[in-house]
């Protein structure tokens, strides 16, 4: 959809620091958030995606006080999920300085939600976020989860994501459970699948292990590249990315 493509830090927060791990399992500390999006800012990042990946498993709200912080930090687009269960939920999360505001399980569970989200506030700023496992017995071959990935549902990721737009989402974030952390790359067969179904924009998260990761997972039809483990260990900078799309003929911001 995009013409040209945006490289998105991910920062996956648990306590009040960020965590990563493989396939959403043991999590480790990785820094301080404000200090690494200021790093990806500096570095030429076109957003920074901030997930509060262990709300609702606790059945609490985002951290508000890391979400502030944070954007008083960087002056790009920030988008921010986890715990976000209602549009109040929504108006505090702007009010401390998102931009987007990411939904997975409370809209699962709910789907009216984003409807509520989108009719209040525009689809610009709601991001559907879907953590997705492969699943044989589904029409698409791949199911949505909730509660952070430790609850695998019966509902197919392609029909809830076609639904959901249709609802008022305006992005979706595919993140790839199965490619998650492994740094073996994108799921390009979801990408490609989600990029069929999907009017708007497609953000594809899970894999990148190289540089090289990057490009493929654009051309499968993805707006937009998300990754958390190649920057946060230094192995890439942002710009090191954006050279390697420019270099396979891809323009980014």
Same mark, same amino acid.
């Given at each position: 959809?995009?013409? %040209?493509? &945006?490289?998105?830090?991910?920062?996956?927060?648990?306590?009040?620091?960020v965590v990563k791990g493989v396939n959403f399992e043991n999590l480790r500390e990785m820094g301080d958030p404000v200090?690494?999006?200021r790093r990806y800012y500096e570095q030429g990042a076109d957003e920074i995606t901030f997930l509060d990946v262990t709300a609702t498993v606790d059945d609490r709200s985002t951290t508000y006080d890391?979400?502030?912080?944070?954007?008083?930090?960087?002056?790009?687009?920030l988008t921010v999920g986890g715990g976000v269960r209602s549009t109040?939920? %929504?108006? &505090?999360?702007?009010?401390v300085g998102a931009d987007k505001v990411g939904v997975n399980s409370a809209a699962i569970a709910r789907p009216e939600l984003v409807g509520e989200i989108a009719d209040r506030f525009g689809a610009q700023v709601l991001v559907l976020s879907l953590d997705v496992k492969r699943a044989p017995g589904l029409p698409s071959g791949f199911a949505v989860t909730t509660h952070g990935g430790r609850t695998l549902t019966t509902l197919d990721a392609l029909a809830w994501a076609r639904e959901a737009i249709e609802r008022g989402a305006g992005e979706l974030l595919v993140n790839s459970i199965d490619a998650d952390g492994t740094k073996d790359g994108f799921d390009l067969e979801l990408v490609g699948l989600m990029r069929e179904i999907s009017s708007v924009p497609v953000i594809a998260s899970g894999g990148?292990?190289?540089a090289a990761d990057f490009a493929p997972a654009i051309r499968a039809g993805a707006d937009?590249?998300?990754?958390?483990?190649?920057f946060h260990s230094g192995q890439l900078t942002v710009g090191d990315v954006k050279s390697a799309l420019v270099a396979d003929g891809i323009?980014?911001?």
């Amino acid at each position: 959809m995009s013409l %040209v493509c &945006r490289v998105i830090p991910c920062l996956d927060v648990a306590a009040g620091k960020v965590v990563k791990g493989v396939n959403f399992e043991n999590l480790r500390e990785m820094g301080d958030p404000v200090e690494l999006a200021r790093r990806y800012y500096e570095q030429g990042a076109d957003e920074i995606t901030f997930l509060d990946v262990t709300a609702t498993v606790d059945d609490r709200s985002t951290t508000y006080d890391v979400v502030q912080r944070t954007a008083e930090e960087v002056f790009i687009p920030l988008t921010v999920g986890g715990g976000v269960r209602s549009t109040e939920d %929504v108006a &505090r999360l702007l009010g401390v300085g998102a931009d987007k505001v990411g939904v997975n399980s409370a809209a699962i569970a709910r789907p009216e939600l984003v409807g509520e989200i989108a009719d209040r506030f525009g689809a610009q700023v709601l991001v559907l976020s879907l953590d997705v496992k492969r699943a044989p017995g589904l029409p698409s071959g791949f199911a949505v989860t909730t509660h952070g990935g430790r609850t695998l549902t019966t509902l197919d990721a392609l029909a809830w994501a076609r639904e959901a737009i249709e609802r008022g989402a305006g992005e979706l974030l595919v993140n790839s459970i199965d490619a998650d952390g492994t740094k073996d790359g994108f799921d390009l067969e979801l990408v490609g699948l989600m990029r069929e179904i999907s009017s708007v924009p497609v953000i594809a998260s899970g894999g990148a292990g190289d540089a090289a990761d990057f490009a493929p997972a654009i051309r499968a039809g993805a707006d937009a590249v998300l990754a958390a483990s190649v920057f946060h260990s230094g192995q890439l900078t942002v710009g090191d990315v954006k050279s390697a799309l420019v270099a396979d003929g891809i323009e980014v911001r």
